[in-house]
């Protein structure tokens, strides 16, 4: 069974996808807020990897108005591999967001990544937008990707749009998933 599925449709609506972050201007954070939402979060991943035993270095960088915490394996340590597990990072993620927002008081877009899982994940979701592009020029007049977060959903909308194609998120809550067409 194929992770990509064909939908016909008579027309593609036009979908114009930009690389750029998709908060206003007005409601993006300060650097100092990013700086503090990443503080607040290492905190909390050194606390949570302190709790469990687990070795880890923690790097926070903050761009396109998010913060970004990336946990690694300390030298020669792999056991992060037990949290890196794409399901497991997305919960550490929202239960780090919560703790962020418990701190600060606002939303946070933080993003984290635990022994590289989000670059692996990347090459996933690049494999599935070719898989879908095989079917467009295949024939198929789109074809729809399972359903995933709204950061996996941005990359596969950039990663479509430097193959040439368009794409589009339809669906609601968890089902919300991208569909590739020719542009």
Do not use: C, W
């Not at 027309?11 to 750029?20: A, G, H, I, L």
């Not at 939402?37 to 050194?46: K, L, N, S, V």
């Not at 703790?99 to 635990?114: E, M, N, Y």
Request: net charge negative; aromatic share 2%; proline share 4%.
């Amino acid at each position: 069974m194929s992770d990509v599925s064909e939908i016909e449709t008579a027309e593609t609506p036009d979908v114009v996808v930009s690389s750029e972050p998709t908060v206003p201007v007005s409601d993006a954070p300060s650097p100092s807020q990013l700086e503090e939402e990443g503080d607040i979060a290492a905190d909390y991943i050194e606390e949570l990897l302190d709790i469990t035993d687990l070795d880890g270095d923690i790097d926070i960088d903050a761009r396109g108005g998010r913060a970004y915490l990336s946990v690694n394996s300390s030298e020669g340590s792999s056991n992060l591999r037990l949290l890196a597990k794409p399901e497991t990072v997305n919960a550490l993620q929202e239960l780090t967001r919560i703790a962020v927002q418990t701190k600060t008081g606002g939303f946070s877009r933080l993003i984290l990544d635990v022994g590289g899982s989000r670059e692996a994940r990347a090459a996933e979701l690049e494999v599935l937008v070719d898989k879908a592009v095989e079917r467009i020029e295949g024939g198929a007049n789109s074809a729809a990707l399972p359903a995933m977060s709204s950061y996996e959903r941005k990359l596969v909308h950039d990663i479509v749009s430097a193959r040439g194609f368009v794409s589009e998120s339809e669906g609601e809550g968890r089902d919300r998933h991208t569909v590739v067409a020719r542009g």
